[in-house]
């Protein structure tokens, strides 16, 4: 969860129609659209599988999920809880705390489709990059560096792009995002928040996405407990990956696996203690190992090769912030 908001000053963008209102060429567009998602899952979760990481299946309520906090960009109208078996549990924002342990224990290297419910302000209906369930390719790699998985992420998003330039062109074409969709060129440029913010101001995002032609990193961004801090020189070893003329498409970092560090951030945070208590007990008796990791937005990343105005006409079932459905 970063501090700034893909809130891109661009026009508002209008929200998708649900599946049974579309008429016959949109129903097309939808079912082209849904080719270029199912071949970006095989591509990427078979790369994943043939890079050693094992395939986990998601959890939907637990007792623990992602605080989203501190973020001043935050914009969550309201947080899921409800009772089963006399305990408060809370639907999945984010598997991080699973992933820390996970990869801490049974699975060193995993990935998780996990699907995320944040129920985002209204307002943020069209921004064209947020829907109020989305799913992430969550994943984590113990002993990883920074460096290791910004490494990874590259070789997959080239790799990515260049097959669904080969394997799906007439879709593409269909799509008119054949000519515009470039096959990245790694590495990637990696800029620090810090200085982002020295040379643009708050406005750093808008600039930076929108001035360059390639997907650029950005690091050292304050955020969430988890991620991990020097405390000496107060850098952020953590990073997103922004794809070009688009915004944020992947979150993550090196983790915290220290008890004192992660305590003093929980309570600097002035997040409830009681809801990390088992990471909190783990990393007290030094079973949480150093890992990092990511999570990758599916609708971000196939709204962005599809080129469609708002990643909701990814989804089979739209979850536009402020409109229910009745699918
Ligand atoms: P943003 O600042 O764009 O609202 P975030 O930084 O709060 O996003 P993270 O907590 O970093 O989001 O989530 C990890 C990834 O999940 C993001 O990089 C993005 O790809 C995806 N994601 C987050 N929130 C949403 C949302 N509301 N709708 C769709 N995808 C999302
Ligand atoms: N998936 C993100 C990560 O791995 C966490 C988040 O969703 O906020 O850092
Ligand atoms: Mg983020």
Known sequence: MSKQTTVLKSPPVEAPKSLEQLSESEIERKAVIGRVTTHTLKYLTSKFVDRGFQWLLPVALSQCT????????????KRIEVDIYG???????????HKLIASSTAYPKLFILSPNIRIEKAERAHTGKHVYEF??????????????????????????VASVKRDLKDELIHLSRYDTLKVPKAPFKTYDK???????????????????????WVTNIPREFYDFEDFKTG??????????????VMSGAKREWE???????IERDKINKDNYSLVLKLAEQGKLKPCAGAGI??????????GVKHIAETQPFPRIPGIVHEL
């Open 66 to 77: 992602d605080p989203l906090w501190p973020d001043p960009g935050a914009s969550i109208e």
């Open 87 to 97: 305990k408060t549990v809370r639907t999945t924002a984010s598997m991080i705390i």
């Open 135 to 160: 799913t992430q390719l969550d994943f984590e790699a113990r002993e990883a560096t920074s460096k290791d998985i910004m490494n990874l992420v590259e070789d997959l998003l080239c790799g990515l």
């Open 194 to 216: 810090q200085e982002l913010e020295a040379e643009y101001g708050a406005d750093w995002e808008t600039s930076v996405v929108m001035e360059n032609g390639a997907p650029v």
């Open 235 to 248: 850098k952020w070893d953590n990073y997103d990956l922004f794809l070009p003329q688009y915004g944020e």
């Open 259 to 265: 008890y004192e560090k992660i305590l003093a951030k």
């Open 297 to 306: 937005g599916m609708e971000r990343i196939v709204g962005w090769l599809t």
